[in-house]
């Protein structure tokens, strides 16, 4: 709440103008709005400076702001909001710091790399298969997998430069993690993008991908945590190809 014992008179009739009208403000330049309440500009100025504002259109910009936020509080009534939330923090954070070994540790290994290979199941496999098309796009023999126990092709057991992309929420699907120590026992370089850094399938691999948001779970065994940063894991692995 603004103190208005220091405002003058003619002060006091901008800032209530400027309360009563937001909407009109954003139109307006300060010649405009000095015409509309029959003041001179210099007067909004000291107005708007005793509000806190250093220019008229600093103040512009935080009513626009002030605005978009009560039309986000107003939807977030009607609408589940916490997905916006979560790839809100995950965005915060500094990435390229976060994730620059493990980007260059991969830069070296797709320089000479003939084959990749994407697995998951469920939801990860469906990623498997976004990130190998990704791959794909970029020049790179590429396929996906989301049987455990569908066989591999002969000539990817013949072709020791290759790599295994896997993918798994927890790390821990006993499926996903045996067939990492298999394709690991025959020369694949194992790389894994789950949601933390210290689950089995991450300790398995040579390179990791973290990405560390809160993990959901519904109906028991439903795994709804946020594939978000997984599709800017993959997608920022793939334009990396690009500059090879």
Known sequence: MIDLKDF???????YNYLIAHPSEILKLSIRQLASTVHVSSASIIRCIKKMGYDSFYEFKFASKQQ???LQTAQLATNYDTEIIDL??????RPLLQQYSR????????????????FF??????????????QFSNFGVNSIYNIDPFYPLPKELHSNTN??????????????VVDR???????????????????????????INFAYNVKPE????????????PVLFILESLARNIGQR
């Open 120 to 133: 998951g199941i469920g939801t990860s496999g469906v990623l498997a298969q976004y990130g190998a098309r």
């Open 180 to 206: 990492a120590v298999s394709l690991k026992g025959e020369n694949f370089h194992i790389i894994s993008i789950t949601n933390n850094n210290y689950c089995t399938l991450a300790k398995v691999s040579e």
């Open 162 to 175: 290759q790599i295994a992309i896997m993918l798994s929420v927890s790390g821990e699907t006993p499926e």
């Open 67 to 69: 605005k978009l936020d």
């Open 87 to 92: 790839s809100h923090e995950f965005f915060k």
């Open 8 to 14: 003058t008179p003619t002060e006091i009739i901008i």
């Open 102 to 117: 493990e980007l260059t540790s991969f830069k070296k290994l797709i320089s000479n790399t003939n084959n990749v290979l």
């Open 217 to 228: 779970v519904i109906k028991d065994t439903l795994n709804i945590t946020t594939q978000v």
